[in-house]
Structures are given as structure tokens and as C-alpha cells.
């Protein structure tokens, strides 16, 4: 089994910063992808930032430059750094991971349980 452990959300005030962390641990081979994704307050989840085993690096258009995403491999961590936060930034923000595990090494994807973000005007 895989466990992602996520913290670092909260509260702030428009215009400020925080950031996210997302360990994994558990039985598996490799981590291929890392992400984040949101699901704003009667909204459906969305893609915020996702970065390859590589380090290539995907974000959705609403966070581009103001959010980054950054992996530390030797500890299984994917972070999300979030600047100059909006209040429609507001929502559970959930990290995602596919990692190579089992006998066969299939692909198998989490999710984290989620972290509230509340950003106030």
C-alpha cells in the first residue's frame, strides 16, 4: 500500500503565500508522476500543477506564475509553493502521485485526503 501525508494548508489573506507538502511512503518501486489538484467549493476537482519524474512541469492557466511545483526525490516529496493567492484559490487541495509497485510493477495512482486552502479579500 501507498499513504500520502499531506500539511501546510490554512488561511491567509488575498495576496499572501503558502505551502503545500505531500510525502509518500509505503511498498512501491518509483514515483512517475506528482501532483496537485483542487476542488474549489461547489466546483469540480481541477488540475493545479503536476511535474513528471523528470521535473517537467504542467500547470493549469489560472496559476501560472504565482504557483510552482517541485519535487525532492530522496525524500518522495512534492511541494506546492502558492504566491500572490486569490480568494477563488479557495478549496481542498489534494496531491496525487503514480508510482510503480506490486509483482508485476503496474502503475498505480493515490490521492492524498486533501488540505483545506481559504484564502479571504
Known amino acids: 500500500q501507498v499513504q500520502l501525508v499531506e500539511s501546510g494548508g490554512g488561511s491567509v489573506q488575498a495576496g499572501g503565500s503558502l505551502r503545500l507538502s505531500c510525502v509518500a511512503s509505503?511498498?512501491?518501486?518509483?514515483?512517475?508522476?506528482m501532483g496537485w489538484y483542487r476542488q474549489p467549493p461547489g466546483k469540480q476537482r481541477e488540475l493545479v500543477a503536476t511535474i513528471s519524474s523528470g521535473g517537467t512541469t504542467n500547470y493549469a492557466d489560472s496559476v501560472k506564475g504565482r504557483f510552482t511545483i517541485s519535487r525532492d526525490n530522496a525524500k518522495n516529496t512534492v511541494y506546492l509553493q502558492m504566491s500572490s493567492l486569490k480568494p477563488e484559490d479557495t478549496g481542498g487541495y489534494s496531491c496525487?502521485?503514480?508510482?510503480?509497485?506490486?509483482?508485476?510493477?503496474?502503475?498505480?495512482?493515490?490521492w492524498g485526503q486533501g488540505s483545506l486552502v481559504t484564502v479571504s479579500s
Open positions: 496525487y502521485v503514480k508510482v510503480v509497485a506490486g509483482f508485476y510493477a503496474e502503475y498505480l495512482e493515490v
Open positions: 509505503g511498498r512501491f518501486s518509483s514515483i512517475n508522476a
